[in-house]
């Protein structure tokens, strides 16, 4: 399967490992990530300036390139992922802001909404199967204690998101077992790591980070998993207890894909 | 050709007000086959109905038509008027002159016309009408309750009450349902053990009242007044007759880690096992999923120490059918599960615990002899918070919890609260709430008791995440009225839980072809004015199979739908409605068409021969319907594609007769 794939500013910089064992994990699995030749920031900031237009345009101009390539699209990055599918419904659900986008775009064909967005981890559920997944794993994590990190933005809102409960999810959860792992449920896993509040009030972002891994370490995690480099950043700044790797490094690890694997 | 009366009734002014009742009645002597017309001020009344009957007499009139206000309200009278005077009921027809034309018209000219043309369109049906009698099916004198919750034991007593036999079906080894399970019952406080036993042994010990308790509906056929219904017995493999109840092999069964649901998963219980003190009936039962000795065949210690020799490892389930003539449904309650409402950590903390689980802790026959304590640790909790509407009132999370508001948890949730204030006043006790339901007798005075004499701190406003850490459970909640974030560090959170109607309800419904709303809650026959009957005939609703209910609501239902199956059982025979649908066999081509759209399953269909041209035959599949069954409503003659299906008293030429009447310049 051939898919449009959408790394993001951040996984060509801070959050490498996340694209890197992504691709890895995609050809292994049999699916062709195809990254657009161009592409721009997905524009980052959806829920906090809804109202206007010019900031979700990169990500309408990406959404119309997989239209065009008749591909789903598929993106890793929590933030990305949560903005292109925000993005997505309105210009699906919300013609007057579809309007106003396809007016300022002026492109020969309108763009309405029609691609169908995945996260990376819907795709292993959904295209892939968790099943097909747990029998083309060739070093299961077995024995480790690890927790699902979901964080804010990866399932929130719930309707448009359109992924999993964002208060009960389990989406990683199922990753994690297909993996070998052992999964470990804790509270916090669905709650903010502070976000940009780091840049503002670090010392809330604090708060909050340590509350989420302090819940973790004493849940009995080893090792939480997440799909956003803020979160994992967050967590990381403020001294979390307990280690943090994104969901496509674990994943590479079982696959056999990690060479310096360390177990 | 019929020679036929017609009655124009003034009602007063109701009709005389905005029509010209002579003017109607002249008009109609003019149609065909009128052989007499006149108007009277209350056609309904003694004298206007002896005008009517004399009149039959005098003009042997073999049809009437009386002009007056709609069927609902005085066909039944009319019919009776020209039975009397010994004309077939059947060939009275009513012309609805007053809310389908005076009440809604106010000028005179037109009132008049609108009535003439309402009287001509009946004398056209009147000219097709054709004598009808009704069938008359015999009544099975037993009813049969499912169910043996509260609703079920006060059904079957109340019929029994009456003289008739009543059999009570309940799938658990014991009847008592729910509340056997409770420990005190708001607003009195009265223990539910002390009303509700003394009611059980009433049920067991009345001669009129069979129990076939751990048994199941499997199938039921037939209608009102003749049901044939195959109760399951499932395998106890203890013999009824023989046990004794004494409770010894439920002592040395070396099985000990079952988990004991009648309190909820919270202490374990035996493979052989009683589920509790005051069962009924009071006999044991071999749970075949965690017994050794039907799993492997090496154990037996059962069968050696019961003195009576009531074991028997080799029964098997049995069947036995049974005939009723009336149907109650008591099927209940059970609260939703937990296991999508998971931010408040229900299966992280063991502190978690439904209102049920709450009311098994705080019995003195439950797993901690009554005293208040942490299932983690055994510890006096110190500080509880309650959340009230878990799963209830959902409307954004509808595929998680329930639109519809649970009803009985504010009272209960204040119920726990005051006693526990009242137990142990070193408890702080929250409870978070929506909104606080509590009309009924005595029940805002209890909520309020709760508040004022005894402390309860009530927050508006709902727990958004409980976070188990160490020992204690941190639970964030917003209090809507100061507008703030809260953080408790509770020692005990207690989840009302919504409810929902017993999963056996909905393959039942489809037995008793009785229908359901969206939430398998079974739909009465009339929300307001036949709230305990099913639209199926003979089918009753006891309880909160019809809608959610506290114990007063339910014992009213249950005595209710008692009142109707006395009612029904009462009658020697049931007089049929004669306007049902009939099949016409040689223009059915089988097709289905009409049984997909009866509501009341009254369509079967079968293989029959027909005689065809030199001598040859040919087998078809043809419908029929069973007249007791069907209600006449004509959903069947619509969906006929080749006009097979025809509804007496209705039929398809008198309502094409009527339509042309109407027409007609």
């Known amino acids: 399967m051939k898919v449009t794939y959408f790394p993001g500013c951040t996984l060509k910089n801070k959050a490498r490992d996340l694209d890197e064992y992504a691709r890895k994990s995609a050809e292994a699995l049999g699916i062709t990530l195809e990254e657009p030749e161009t592409w721009q920031c997905c524009g980052g900031v959806f829920t906090t300036a809804n109202d206007e237009v010019a900031t979700k345009l990169s990500s309408v101009r990406l959404l119309k390139a997989a239209a065009e390539a008749g591909q789903p699209l598929v993106t890793v990055c929590s933030a990305c992922h949560n903005v292109v599918k925000q993005t997505n419904y309105a210009m699906a659900n919300d013609p007057t802001f579809a309007d106003r986008v396809n007016r300022y775009m002026a492109e020969k064909t309108l763009y309405t909404g029609d691609t169908k967005v995945y996260h990376y981890l819907e ?29 804010c933005l990866l399932l929130r809102p719930g309707k448009v998101m359109g992924m999993d409960d964002p208060e ?94 360390n177990d | 050709m019929q020679r036929i ?66 069927p609902r309200m005085h066909e039944a009278t009319f019919r009776k008027t020209a039975a009397a005077a010994g004309l077939n009921p059947y060939m009275v027809e009513i012309a609805n002159i007053r809310e389908q034309c005076s009440w809604v018209h106010k000028d005179m000219l037109s009132g008049t016309e609108k009535a003439v043309i309402l009287g001509r369109a009946a004398i056209a049906k009147v000219h097709l009408n054709a004598p009808l009698t009704p069938g008359q099916s015999p009544v099975a004198k037993r009813a049969l309750v499912i169910g043996g919750g509260i609703a079920g034991i006060q059904t079957a007593l109340d019929i029994a009450d009456a003289g008739f036999p009543v059999d009570i079906v309940e799938t658990k080894p014991t009847i008592g349902g729910k509340m056997a399970q409770l420990d005190k019952t ?29 048994s199941e509906v499997s199938q039921v056929s037939g209608y009102v ?48 096992y009683i589920p509790f003190a005051q069962a009924v009936p009071k006999i044991a039962t071999i749970d075949p999923d965690y017994c050794t000795m039907l799993k492997t065949g090496k154990c037996g210690i059962c069968s050696k120490v019961c003195t009576a020799g009531a074991i028997d490892y080799t029964a098997k389930d049995e069947y036995i059918t049974e005939k009723y003539g009336a149907i109650v449904v008591a099927t209940g309650y059970n609260p939703i599960s937990m296991e999508k409402f998971d ?113 309860v701190h009530y927050v508006k406003g709902m727990v958004g995440k409980v976070v188990p850490q160490g020992k204690k459970l941190m639970v964030q909640a917003s209090d809507l009225i100061d507008g703030k974030q809260l953080h408790i560090d509770a020692d005990l959170v207690v989840l009302a839980a919504a409810i929902e109607p017993d999963k056996s309800a909905r393959p039942l419904a489809t037995m008793l072809t009785a229908s359901m709303d969206t939430n398998d809650f079974f739909t009465e026959a009339h929300p307001k004015l036949r709230p305990v009957e099913s639209p199926t005939a003979g089918v009753f609703l006891s309880g909160a199979c019809q809608g959610p209910k506290d114990i007063p609501e339910t014992v009213s239902q249950a005595s209710a739908a008692a009142a109707k199956v ?22 059915c081509s089988g097709c289905s068409q009409c049984a997909n759209v009866c509501p009341y399953g009254a369509i079967t269909y079968s293989e029959k021969e027909f005689r065809m041209p ?49 027409c007609r310049n």
């Open chain 2, 343 to 455: 931010e408040f950590a229900y299966s992280q903390s063991k502190d978690v615990i439904t209102s049920l689980e709450f009311e098994r802790l705080t019995n003195a026959a439950g797993p901690t002899a009554g005293k208040l304590l942490r299932p983690s640790d055994g510890e006096h909790p110190h500080k509880i918070v309650f959340v009230q509407c878990v799963g209830s009132r959902c409307d954004s999370c509808a595929e998680k919890g329930k639109e519809y508001c649970s009803k009985i948890c504010c009272m209960y949730t204040a119920k726990h609260a005051m006693l526990t204030r009242d137990k142990y006043p070193d408890t702080e006790v929250y409870v978070f709430y929506i909104d606080v339901r509590t009309p009924g007798k005595a029940f805002d005075e209890f909520y309020r008791r709760a508040v004022e004499e005894y402390g």
């Open chain 2, 186 to 214: 708001f607003p009195t406080l009265d223990c539910a053990a002390c009303i509700l036993t003394p009611k059980m042994v009433d049920a067991a010990q009345n001669e009129l009242i069979k129990i076939y308790s751990y």
């Open chain 2, 5 to 70: 009366g017609v009655f124009v009734c003034w009602c007063g002014s109701n009709i005389a007000g905005t029509v010209d009742v002579h003017a109607v009645a002249e008009a109609l002597k003019n149609e065909s086959g009128v052989v007499f017309s006149t108007d009277y001020q209350y056609m309904c009344s003694q004298a206007g109905q002896d005008i009517i009957k004399n009149a039959i007499a005098e003009h042997k009139l073999t049809g009437i038509v009386v002009c007056s206000c709609s």
């Open chain 2, 225 to 272: 007044g003749n049901f044939d219904v195959t109760i399951k017995r499932r395998a106890r493999y203890v013999k009824e007759d023989l046990c004794t109840g004494c409770g010894l092999c439920t002592e040395k069964c070396p099985q000990k880690k079952v988990p004991n649901e009648f309190n909820l998963g919270m202490d374990n219980r035996r493979a052989i």
């Open chain 1, 168 to 261: 009960n999810p389990r989406i990683i959860e199922d990753l994690i077992r297909a993996l070998g792992g052992e999964v470990v449920t804790y509270a916090r896993r669905n709650e903010c790591c502070g976000g940009y509040v780091s840049a503002e009030s670090p010392a809330l972002a604090k708060k909050n980070s340590n509350l989420i891994a302090e819940n973790a370490a004493s849940a009995g995690a080893e090792l939480l998993v997440t799909a956003c480099p803020l979160c994992k950043y967050n967590l990381e700044k403020n001294g979390s207890s307990v280690p943090v790797v994104y969901f496509t490094e674990l994943l590479a690890e079982a696959l056999g894909l990690k060479e310096d694997a």
């Open chain 1, 123 to 151: 795709l292993l559920r959904d295209v892939v199967g968790f099943e097909n997944l747990a029998k083309a794993v060739k070093k299961p994590l077995t024995g480790k204690k690890i927790g699902a990190y979901y964080g």
């Open chain 2, 614 to 662: 030199n001598r040859t035959t040919l087998m078809r599949r043809v419908a029929s319907v069973n007249p007791a069954v069907c209600q006449g409503c004509g959903a069947c003659t619509v969906a006929c594609p080749s006009g097979a299906m025809d509804l007496n008293g209705f039929k398809n030429n008198q309502i094409m007769a009527e339509v042309d009447a109407i």
């Open chain 2, 566 to 587: 006395i009612g029904l059982l009462c009658k020697d025979h049931l007089t049929g409605n004669p306007c049902v649908a009939s099949a016409n066999e040689m223009l």
